[in-house]
């Protein structure tokens, strides 16, 4: 063969090289191509079944992740109420689907911390509410009541009773939003031979006529309220006095009258849902003072 045949076949065979190397699908250093579709967009899944919400899914984005969260509803058991990502947003490699499940019964979390409650609540597809309540014989954070009761079924929110330290509160220490027909103060006092250095005096000045009357802002955030109402072991030995406390929309509470000098009265009051708590106290001297001695607001039922 000559020079200019052999120049031919050389040519050829190199032809039929770069031939091969384009039909390869190479990037041109030897590498494979992945031609997967990675702009996939997330579907419409709502209101779908769970099977019809992963056929749907699947058909756009064949290889992705597929998680399905519960949660209790009225409708169809099995119907898709929720999806991540949103409809039209980058499909990524995980969906999320949250997919109707039928009533289930009430777990029992009473004694566990509130974190572990809730989390076994709302795994089980229930709202949860914290109700905080004085309990100082656990501790802090813990459930020591639930409502509704362990077991029951058709329920949808669940109110944890939680341990707090700080859900017992002092009137004493709380700003009054209103006072007529004398003053009112933070005072140490004895009633009944027992100190209280944590009392609420309603007094009545030289030029005020009764009743004397105190208002509170409570928020609706407590559920009792309990006191000694007592005269001071200091005050003159006819004294009489008064206690009348009312809500904000004039309901009566409780009304304890005639109160003598050693015999005090200790009072235990529902305040559940109170907005705002009025004290009215009256007393028999001119100058004379209702006490209330350890004058506590809690949560505890």
Same mark, same amino acid.
Do not use: W
């Given at each position: 063969?000559?020079?200019?045949?052999?120049?031919?076949?050389?040519?050829? /065979?190199? +032809?039929?090289?770069?031939?091969?190397?384009?039909?390869?699908?190479?990037?041109?250093?030897?590498?494979?191509?992945?031609?997967?579709?990675?702009?996939? !967009?997330?579907?419409?899944?709502?209101?779908?079944?769970?099977?019809?919400?992963?056929?749907?899914?699947?058909?756009?984005?064949?290889?992705?992740?597929?998680?399905?969260?519960?949660?209790?509803?009225?409708?169809?058991?099995?119907?898709?109420?929720?999806?991540?990502? +949103?409809?039209?947003?980058?499909?990524?490699?995980?969906?999320?689907? !949250?997919?109707?499940?039928?009533?289930? $019964?009430?777990?029992?979390?009473?004694?566990?911390?509130?974190?572990?409650?809730?989390?076994?609540?709302?795994?089980?597809?229930?709202?949860?509410?914290?109700?905080?309540?004085?309990?100082?014989?656990?501790?802090?954070?813990?459930?020591?009541?639930?409502?509704?009761?362990?077991?029951?079924?058709?329920?949808?929110?669940?109110? /944890?009773?939680?341990?707090?330290?700080?859900?017992?509160?002092?009137?004493?220490?709380?700003?009054?939003?209103?006072?007529?027909?004398?003053?009112?103060?933070?005072?140490?006092?004895?009633?009944?031979?027992?100190?209280?250095?944590?009392?609420?005096?309603?007094?009545?000045?030289?030029?005020?006529?009764? $009743? @004397? @009357?105190?208002?509170?802002?409570?928020?609706?955030?407590?559920?009792?309220?309990?006191?000694?109402?007592?005269?001071?072991?200091?005050?003159?030995?006819?004294?009489?006095?008064?206690?009348?406390?009312?809500?904000?929309?004039?309901?009566? /509470?409780?009304?304890?009258?005639?109160?003598?000098?050693?015999?005090?009265?200790?009072?235990?009051?529902?305040?559940?849902?109170?907005?705002? /708590?009025?004290?009215?106290?009256?007393?028999?001297? +001119?100058?004379? +003072?209702?006490?209330?001695?350890?004058?506590?607001?809690?949560?505890?039922?």
């Amino acid at each position: 063969m000559n020079r200019f045949g052999g120049n031919m076949v050389l040519a050829a /065979l190199l +032809s039929v090289v770069l031939v091969v190397a384009g039909c390869s699908g190479g990037d041109g250093d030897g590498t494979k191509v992945d031609k997967r579709d990675d702009s996939a !967009t997330m579907p419409s899944v709502i209101d779908m079944d769970e099977d019809e919400a992963r056929e749907a899914i699947l058909e756009v984005a064949p290889n992705v992740q597929i998680k399905v969260e519960t949660r209790q509803d009225s409708g169809d058991e099995g119907r898709v109420l929720d999806q991540e990502p +949103s409809v039209g947003d980058d499909i990524g490699s995980k969906v999320t689907l !949250t997919v109707a499940v039928g009533s289930l $019964p009430v777990p029992d979390v009473v004694g566990e911390s509130i974190g572990d409650a809730t989390k076994a609540l709302e795994d089980a597809g229930f709202e949860v509410e914290e109700n905080p309540v004085s309990d100082p014989s656990v501790q802090d954070g813990t459930v020591v009541g639930q409502t509704p009761a362990a077991g029951a079924m058709n329920e949808a929110t669940v109110v /944890l009773d939680v341990a707090r330290a700080d859900a017992v509160q002092s009137l004493a220490e709380l700003e009054p939003v209103e006072v007529d027909g004398g003053g009112v103060d933070a005072v140490d006092v004895v009633i009944n031979t027992e100190p209280y250095p944590q009392a609420l005096e309603l007094s009545r000045g030289p030029y005020e006529s009764n $009743p @004397m @009357m105190v208002s509170y802002n409570l928020g609706r955030k407590y559920q009792t309220f309990e006191a000694l109402v007592g005269v001071s072991d200091e005050a003159p030995a006819d004294t009489l006095i008064s206690i009348q406390l009312k809500a904000e929309d004039g309901r009566i /509470l409780i009304s304890e009258t005639d109160i003598k000098l050693g015999q005090p009265v200790e009072i235990k009051v529902d305040v559940s849902g109170v907005l705002r /708590l009025t004290l009215i106290g009256t007393t028999t001297h +001119s100058e004379g +003072s209702v006490f209330l001695g350890n004058p506590y607001l809690s949560n505890a039922r």
